[in-house]
């Protein structure tokens, strides 16, 4: 079987190629990647000499460059991680959202309609559904949630899963999606949340958190989604979407204070900053559908997944540290020098 892996010099992708050819001896794995700025071919290392594997920089939104590796490959299943995936950028910059975003996944299905490939799955988010007000701990998202996108690159990934959708219903493309909540974990890059706090906390910064701090976030640890999306693509039925998240939902600003005690840094290095525009309050998912259907549970609690996070962060400063060349400076600088520091009372 071959599986063609778009995105995957990437955080989730990376390591769903690494699950892939740990599990199954007899796979193939073909990784389309444009090496953007969030992508790390060094991150690939580990597998660029299995015979099973093969890496092709291109995009997904170059249909001829796509076609080419459908006719090299004719994979059996593609799994579409590839994506412009933080929010803060999209907020800055909403083009190349919709460009890879919505665009991408059409010329990906546009190939696999014309391959004949037995399945395209698309890797959401639960960000399509917009957000839950934070006192109301009873709500969850289930699959049947509306739509209601809050930022750019929600807005991309939700047009994304109704393109698939339509897809599904014109074309027949055998098609499925899952909605996936924070992931975390070993390869991710340091621009989001969990990892930018451990390194700046490694290096003495401050740890710049949005308004009060007290949004909150429904952290899985990113195997536990590998394995959640290996159980859609052997099992999960055509034209269904999956929801999975662990139930694991923490503040914001308790993730900074946790990361700060593990590593021993003191709380005073927590800068409150303006907020992010249109800032999301609360995801929590039901994944009972997952549960019920797939009998997916996640594996990894939190308190052993962030400890194992940090610990990897620690022990892999080349990894990150290569990463933070002048392109990573400046973009931090750009993001966070507009970005008043304020008295915590200011954001509440
Ligand atoms: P990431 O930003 O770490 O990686 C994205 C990868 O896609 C990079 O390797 C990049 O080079 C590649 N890429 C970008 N544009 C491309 C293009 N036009 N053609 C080919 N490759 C391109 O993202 P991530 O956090 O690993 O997220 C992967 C997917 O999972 C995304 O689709 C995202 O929406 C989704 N998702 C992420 C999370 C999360 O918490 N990180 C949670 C749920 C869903
Ligand atoms: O829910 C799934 C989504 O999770 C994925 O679809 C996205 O690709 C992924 O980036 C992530 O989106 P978030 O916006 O939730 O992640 P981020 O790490 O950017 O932020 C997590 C929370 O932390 C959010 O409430 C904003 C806050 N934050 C983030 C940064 C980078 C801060 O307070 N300070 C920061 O410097």
Redesign the pocket.
């Known amino acids: 079987m071959t599986i063609l892996v778009t995105g995957g010099a990437g955080f989730i992708g990376s390591n769903f190629i690494f699950y892939l050819l740990d599990q199954y001896r007899d796979c193939r794995v073909v990784c389309v990647d444009s090496l953007t700025y969030a992508g790390n071919l060094s991150t690939l290392d580990p597998v660029m000499r299995d015979p099973r594997f093969r890496f092709v920089r291109a995009s997904i939104t170059d249909s001829a460059a796509i076609e080419w590796v459908f006719e090299e490959e004719t994979p059996d299943i593609v799994v579409n991680f590839a994506?412009e995936?933080?929010?803060?950028r999209s907020i800055e910059n909403p083009s190349v959202f919709l460009e890879t975003n919505i665009l991408g996944t059409q010329v990906l299905m546009d190939a696999c309609r014309k391959f004949g490939t037995g399945r395209f799955h698309q890797v959401?988010?639960?960000?399509v559904y917009g957000d839950l007000p934070l006192d109301r701990t009873d709500l969850f998202f289930t699959e049947q949630t509306p739509l209601c996108a809050s930022?750019p690159?929600?807005a991309s990934?939700a047009a994304a899963d109704l393109l698939i959708l339509a897809y599904y219903r014109t074309f027949g493309l055998p098609v499925t999606i899952s909605r996936?909540?924070?992931?975390y974990g070993p390869f991710q890059f340091p621009?989001?949340?969990?990892p930018?706090?451990i390194i700046n906390a490694l290096e003495d910064k401050p740890?710049?958190?949005?308004?009060a701090?007290e949004?909150?976030?429904?952290w899985l640890y990113v195997e536990d989604h590998c394995r959640a999306i290996d159980r859609i693509i052997r099992d999960g039925k055509v034209g269904e979407t999956y929801n999975v998240g662990g139930h694991n939902e923490m503040k914001?600003l308790d993730?900074?204070k946790l990361i700060c005690k593990a590593l021993g840094k003191p709380e005073s290095l927590i800068t409150f900053?303006e907020d992010?525009k249109g800032?999301?309050l609360r995801?929590a998912i039901d994944p009972a559908k997952m549960q019920k259907e797939l009998g997916w549970f996640p594996q990894t609690q939190f308190a052993d997944g962030i400890q194992q996070t940090i610990q990897w962060y620690f022990e892999r400063r080349e990894w990150w540290e290569s990463i933070r060349n002048g392109e990573y400076q400046n973009d931090y600088q750009r993001?966070?020098q507009n970005r008043q520091e304020m008295n915590q009372t200011d954001g509440v």
């Open positions: 994506a995936s933080h929010v803060d959401s988010t639960d960000e930022s690159y929600s990934k996936c909540s924070n992931n621009e989001k949340l969990i930018l706090m740890l710049p958190v949005y308004g701090g949004n909150v976030r429904d914001n993730i900074v900053v992010r800032h999301d995801y993001m966070y």
